[in-house]
Nanobody, 129 residues
């Protein structure tokens, strides 16, 4: 059973930055796709970013240019760097990993029923005011 643990959330002002971490219990590339999701109170979960071990990345239009995924294989950690944060970025952020083709490690695989990733963390709260 793979465990994912997110950390790094917090409360920041508009324009601030945070770096979220997703520590995996298995070698980082044990699953070839990582997805980052967020859920604001009263809203459905949405996919915001994804990274595939083939080097491809995907970002939702709402975060493109502000969020960046990066891996640290030695630490078995995926990072999501959040910059220029806005109040609408507020929510619980989750990381998830899965084995899937890079096509589904992007918008088409991070929405609704297709976001059936094998492993999920419990989330970390980000609040922007």
């Amino acid at each position: 059973h793979v465990q994912l643990v997110e950390s790094g959330g917090g409360s920041v002002q508009t324009g601030g930055s945070l770096r979220l971490s997703c520590i995996s219990s298995e070698p980082l590339y044990g699953r070839n796709c990582v997805g980052w999701f967020r859920q604001a109170e009263g809203y459905e979960r949405e996919g915001v970013a994804a990274g595939h071990t083939d080097g491809t990345t995907w970002y939702a239009d709402s975060v493109k240019g502000r969020f960046t995924i990066s891996p640290d294989k030695a630490k078995k950690t995926w990072y999501l760097q959040l910059t220029n944060l806005k109040p609408e970025d507020t929510g619980v952020y989750y990381c998830a990993t899965d084995d899937r083709d890079s096509f589904y490690c992007s918008y088409d695989g991070l929405q609704g029923a297709t976001a059936d990733f094998a492993n999920w963390g419990r989330g970390t709260q980000v609040t922007v005011s």
